[in-house]
């Protein structure tokens, strides 16, 4: 008797305790340190400069995530200069190709506004044409006379949410042509 007295007893509070663990509730929301994405912009040619500048605009304006130049083949952002048109091509948030085509230079538009929109795109922001010069994704629409190479309020908030956590708002794969 006693013995089925004390099983009992050992396995009702093995059923409460058991019970009374629970695991904690999964959050699509996971914070993350800020990130740090790798850029290779020795095949950009004359536009390394304004590929440096654009990447440090982000840098200064943005704290979860981090653009640092490299010459490795394995770099997140591999940069490259063409003769058409910019664009960028991501294979996944933070990474993929940037053209820096000079189509767009020579007819007078500003070198590192389009780097920094062209990496705007990797960061995961889409175009916002027609927009101001004040809006860095507005890209060309903003016309040939800005220069503002600078990400506006709701730009830098994007690329912090998007970086702040791995939940992503969509999936960011495809072709910016500017």
């Not at 653009?67 to 664009?87: E, F, K, M, Q, Y």
């Not at 389009?114 to 860095?136: F, M, N, V, W, Y």
Request: hydrophobic content about 45%; charged content about 15%; glycine content about 10%.
């Amino acid at each position: 008797m006693f013995r089925k007295t004390v099983g009992a007893l050992v396995a009702a509070v093995g059923v409460v305790g058991l019970v009374g663990l629970q695991a904690p509730a999964a959050s699509a929301d996971v914070v993350v340190a800020a990130r740090t994405l790798t850029y290779n912009a020795s095949g950009a040619a004359e536009f390394k400069a304004a590929v440096d500048a654009g990447a440090a605009v982000w840098n200064s304006s943005v704290a979860n995530v981090k653009l640092v130049s490299t010459t490795s083949s394995s770099a997140n952002i591999r940069v490259v200069a063409d003769n058409g048109w910019p664009r960028a091509q991501t294979t996944s948030l933070g990474n993929g190709t940037v053209w820096m085509g000079r189509e767009a230079t020579n007819e007078g538009y500003n070198p590192t506004r389009i780097a920094a929109h062209e990496l705007g795109h990797i960061l995961g922001q889409p175009d916002r044409k027609p927009g101001p010069c004040t809006s860095l994704m507005s890209g060309s629409s903003a016309g040939i006379g800005c220069t503002n190479p600078n990400p506006n309020a709701r730009e830098k908030a994007e690329v912090e949410a998007a970086f702040r956590t791995l939940k992503a708002a969509g999936v960011w794969r495809g072709e910016f042509v500017d």
